[in-house]
């Protein structure tokens, strides 16, 4: 059962445009919700975060949107770079454990 | 400050065989998060300890295990070694267990 759905797989974006990363949850318990980057070979890192108390979130070019009704919050990059190419996750947690629950991921590229 | 250390960067082993994978989380950090991250997936949740208790365990089986010790550093343990244990083990450090996870490198194991 996957507790967090992740579109689209795959995102080419031209430089200077806008990626957009939508993400999807099912259980109402989770309060946390990061994004976080990867590069090849190398441990994903945490690049911005959310809790449902607050519709958007900005930090630089990367903003998370968060609709909690709609149980889904997005990620924007502005002014994309071909430095940001990489795999984005989103994330989710909630509840005693504290375990992170991961979307599938979304590799973006992003063409000069 | 140095991040969250992990060790060996990679390692190759026989079906059947033991593996043990080290971590050393973020200076003040108290609790370890371990995760398994098979290619074109992302990481799902193995074990979380907190001031050396398991606070958390995902569904994987009793072939996995882990322990934190004193200086809140962890240790993965898999037994048995199946050819579907090739992934790339990352360590996630904590000050709380909550919220903000930092990764390490990760653990790229290989099972032949």
């Known amino acids: 059962q996957q507790q967090v759905k992740q579109s689209p797989q795959s995102l080419i974006v031209q430089k200077g445009g806008i990626s957009i990363i939508n993400c999807a949850y099912e259980n109402t318990a989770f309060d946390y919700f990061p994004w976080y980057q990867q590069f090849p070979g190398k441990g994903p890192a945490l690049l911005i975060a959310?809790?449902?108390?607050?519709s958007e979130k900005k930090e630089g070019r990367f903003t998370i949107s968060f609709n909690k009704s709609a149980k889904q919050f997005s990620l924007h990059i502005m002014d994309s770079q071909p430095g940001d190419s990489a795999t984005y996750f989103c994330?989710?947690?909630?509840?005693?454990?504290?375990?992170?629950?991961f979307g599938k991921g979304t590799k973006l590229s992003v063409k000069p | 400050d140095a991040g969250v250390t992990q060790s060996p960067t990679h390692l190759i082993k026989t079906r059947g065989q033991h593996v043990t994978l080290r971590c050393s989380p973020i200076?003040?950090?108290?609790?370890v998060s371990w995760y398994q991250q098979v290619l074109g997936q992302g990481p799902q949740f193995i074990f979380q300890?907190?001031?050396?208790?398991?606070?958390g365990r995902g569904n994987f089986p009793d072939r996995f295990s882990a322990r934190q010790f004193p200086n809140y550093s962890s240790e993965l343990n898999v037994n048995a070694l199946l050819l579907g244990d090739s992934a790339l083990y990352l360590c996630?450090?904590?000050?709380?267990?909550?919220?903000?996870?930092?990764f390490g490198p990760g653990t790229r194991l290989t099972v032949t």
């Open positions: 996630a450090s904590s000050f709380q267990g909550h919220y903000e996870q930092y």
């Open positions: 200076s003040g950090h108290k609790s």
């Open positions: 994330a989710a947690e909630g509840g005693s454990q504290g375990n992170l629950i």
């Open positions: 300890y907190y001031e050396k208790e398991e606070r």
């Open positions: 959310i809790r449902p108390d607050v």
